[in-house]
């Protein structure tokens, strides 16, 4: 099933200023210039997601310490999420108490953010976090596929969601994933209102014409890494 051409678009980081970086950043977009493109504890249990050893890379795959793999109907996958995120797919969006939890925690309407999961099937947020405020947003990630475009995207791509949106690059890596499959990463900064943002944007081929791809925001270069290698192994 085709969702989109789309890099899965960053929800808004701040109200102004990194907004920016936070719409629909494209992977085919960036080389043509188009624009298309709470508690811990009981955040997971109600998660009507499935967790599964039954993952893309490897089903006796080992999930760190402090992750769940959740399924993702849409791709029929499984990906390695931080356990005590709330995280919504199109398996679970009746839940209307977690879809309010997320809403309100990406500042974004109910509506929207079901609507987001056309693109991206997959959100996950740190819904208890406390740093949701009038100009900031609570860790997040989302997750879509990219058809085609490509098994990848190329270096000067992923290095222009920096350059086209004031954002620093402050890694970049061809790697495989934890099935072997070619993937890349990059990693930003960026700050807003005094609210310093790590971001990273990870690429996973699905063969010649297509990839997924994957976009976190978070406050810890620390917590960025854990996250990134966690999908990347479980994709």
């Not at 977009?29 to 624009?35: L, M, N, V």
């Not at 900031?136 to 290095?159: F, K, S």
Request: charged share 20%; glycine share 6%; with cysteine.
């Amino acid at each position: 099933m085709v969702h989109s051409t789309r890099l899965p678009r960053l929800t808004t980081l701040a109200t102004t200023g990194l907004a920016a970086v936070a719409l629909t950043l494209s992977m085919s977009a960036c080389s043509s210039g188009s624009d298309d493109a709470a508690d811990s504890a009981s955040a997971a249990s109600d998660q009507a997601v499935t967790a599964t050893a039954d993952t893309g890379a490897d089903d006796n795959a080992a999930v760190p310490d402090g992750f769940t793999l959740v399924e993702v109907p849409d791709y029929d996958i499984s990906v390695a999420v931080p356990s005590d995120w709330d995280t919504l797919t199109t398996a679970n969006t009746s839940d209307t108490e977690l879809v309010g939890r997320i809403a309100q925690a990406l500042d974004d309407s109910e509506e929207e953010v079901i609507a987001d999961l056309e693109d991206t099937p997959l959100t996950s947020v740190d819904t208890a976090s406390d740093t949701a405020s009038d100009t900031a947003v609570a860790p997040y990630l989302v997750l879509g596929r990219i058809d085609g475009e490509g098994a990848l995207p190329t270096e000067d791509q992923m290095r222009s969601l920096a350059e086209n949106n004031d954002a620093d690059v402050t890694g970049y890596e061809q790697t495989t994933s934890g099935s072997g499959a070619d993937a890349a990463t990059i990693t930003l900064s960026a700050s807003e209102d005094g609210t310093q943002y790590y971001v990273s944007a990870l690429a996973v081929s699905e063969g010649d014409d297509a990839y997924l791809a994957s976009v976190i925001v978070v406050d810890s270069e620390e917590q960025l890494k854990e996250i990134s290698d966690a999908m990347l192994a479980s994709l």
